[in-house]
């Protein structure tokens, strides 16, 4: 019997949720993410520690030089992970951009013409945006102009409505998350079958099958290999290193647990901001998380910048 991991590569593409490059090279996962929490770890490793040292040395006397440096040191990570991994690589926008359509698309069209400045096409990456109505709204605007988004801190169905109705290459629902608030909530321990992150992404999935909608469904943020294995089948799943080596290490059977042929034909609906705004609203998991994401992956930034300032000031 082959491993776990092995059989879900067979009806799922695996990505690796890392910046560890000795790991994703172990792992051969297809595509990988990172996002300002990955790649202030990378940078911090053995094997960035020259490369990080010569981008830094090169943005000394620049203008807005902590800036310009982080995102260097951000495409150096996704650009050397490009080297390695045959599909996308996954960029995040600043999470200060969050609220701010127009800035966001600007910053992803840099970041696209910095990686191709190393080389690496647009055909490669994956723009990641917070799924606030203007991260949203933006991915429409770049989709439209062939950059590819991947919708990223995704708690809920109107999230992957309206990220849909965009027109989004790519969403990103994170399951240990939601598992986490509803955990913290009720006091429950769920089993992969009563998780109510599973279930989200099963009803997303749903839903977008049902309906035709070509956004791939990307399950992220797992806790345990269990949940992994209840969204088998799953278009993509990104899973950190270590859970992959737990699935590699099982050579159980893994049966597939998501397939298009299952929908359950639920009708398709679109959203206005307003409807948007109130569906949030009324979802406090989904409210607080996507708060939470955005104030976590802005204070990463932070520290990125504080590294860059004491390198400089060395």
């Known amino acids: 019997m082959t491993s776990k991991l092995e059989?879900?590569?067979?009806?799922?593409?695996?990505?690796?949720?890392?910046?560890?490059?000795?790991?994703?090279?172990?792992?051969?996962?297809?595509?990988?993410?990172?996002?300002?929490?990955?790649?202030?770890?990378?940078?911090?490793?053995?094997?960035?520690?020259?490369?990080?040292?010569?981008?830094?040395?090169?943005?000394?006397?620049?203008?807005?030089?902590?800036?310009?440096?982080?995102?260097?040191?951000?495409?150096?990570?996704?650009?050397?992970?490009?080297?390695i991994v045959p599909g996308y690589v996954s960029t995040e926008v600043d999470a200060r951009l969050s609220f701010d359509r127009d800035r966001s698309v600007a910053k992803a069209k840099a970041l696209v013409a910095a990686y191709g400045e190393r080389g690496v096409g647009p055909d490669?990456?994956?723009?990641?945006?917070?799924?606030?109505?203007?991260?949203?709204?933006?991915a429409r605007i770049l989709e439209a102009e062939g950059v590819r988004c991947n919708m990223t801190l995704l708690f809920s169905m109107a999230q992957a409505v309206a990220s849909a109705e965009a027109g989004a290459y790519l969403i990103s629902p994170f399951v240990g998350r939601i598992t986490d608030w509803y955990g913290k909530a009720t006091g429950e321990t769920y089993t992969p079958e009563t998780d109510p992150g599973v279930a989200s992404v099963r009803s997303i999935y749903d839903y977008y099958k049902s309906n035709g909608i070509g956004t791939i469904v990307m399950g992220a943020s797992f806790r345990n290999p269990g949940q992994i294995e209840a969204l088998a089948g799953c278009d993509r799943l990104t899973i950190a290193p270590a859970l992959m080596e737990q699935l590699d290490a099982d050579k159980g059977d893994l049966p597939r647990a998501l397939s298009p042929e299952g929908a359950s034909g639920v009708k398709r609906r679109s959203l206005t901001e307003e409807g948007f705004r109130w569906e949030m609203n009324e979802d406090a998991m989904a409210t607080e998380k996507l708060a939470e994401g955005i104030r976590n992956f802005q204070k990463d930034t932070l520290a990125l910048h504080a590294l860059i300032e004491g390198r400089l000031k060395g």
Do not use: H, Y
């Not at 053995?46 to 030089?65: L, Q």
């Open 7 to 83: 059989q879900l590569r067979s009806m799922t593409v695996v990505v690796g949720d890392t910046g560890d490059i000795d790991a994703v090279r172990r792992m051969k996962p297809e595509d990988c993410t990172t996002n300002p929490s990955i790649v202030l770890k990378a940078v911090k490793t053995p094997a960035f520690a020259d490369e990080v040292a010569k981008v830094i040395e090169a943005g000394k006397g620049r203008d807005n030089a902590v800036d310009s440096i982080a995102q260097d040191l951000t495409i150096m990570v996704g650009a050397t992970l490009a080297g």
């Open 124 to 138: 490669r990456i994956l723009i990641k945006l917070a799924s606030t109505w203007e991260g949203i709204e933006a």
